[in-house]
Nanobody, 115 residues
Framework: QVQLVESGGGLVQPGGSLRLSCAAS????????MAWYRQAPGNQRELVAT???????TYVDFAKGRFTISRDTPKNTLYLQMNSLKPDDTAVYYC?????????WGQGTQVTVSS
């Protein structure tokens, strides 16, 4: 069993930055596929970025050049650095882990981009 706890969300003005964190309850990064998703009101949950156990990263188009996924293995923590935020980035952001065949989700953290 793995618990994922997100933090770092909040209210930010357009053009601003936020760094989201996802603390895992144990060291899974060496074998897990980690990802960030988001869900805006009335929309389906959508993928934002992934990082493999080997450290390779992928981003969906809206995240390229603005968002960076990273991890700190000794701290069992996944990050999402978000820059140049837009109102359309407003959503609940979720941490996800695919680990030993199981799919784990955090509870989500709200990001609101508004002036």
């Amino acid at each position: 069993q793995v618990q994922l706890v997100e933090s770092g969300g909040g209210l930010v003005q357009p053009g601003g930055s936020l760094r989201l964190s996802c603390a895992a309850s144990k060291n899974i990064f060496s074998t897990a596929l980690m990802a960030w998703y988001r869900q805006a009101p009335g929309n389906q949950r959508e993928l934002v970025a992934t990082i493999t156990s080997g450290g390779s990263t992928t981003y969906v188009d809206f995240a390229k050049g603005r968002f960076t996924i990273s991890r700190d293995t000794p701290k069992n923590t996944l990050y999402l650095q978000m820059n140049s935020l837009k109102p359309d980035d407003t959503a609940v952001y979720y941490c996800n882990a695919i680990y030993l065949g199981f799919n784990y989700w955090g509870q989500g953290t709200q990001v609101t981009v508004s002036s």
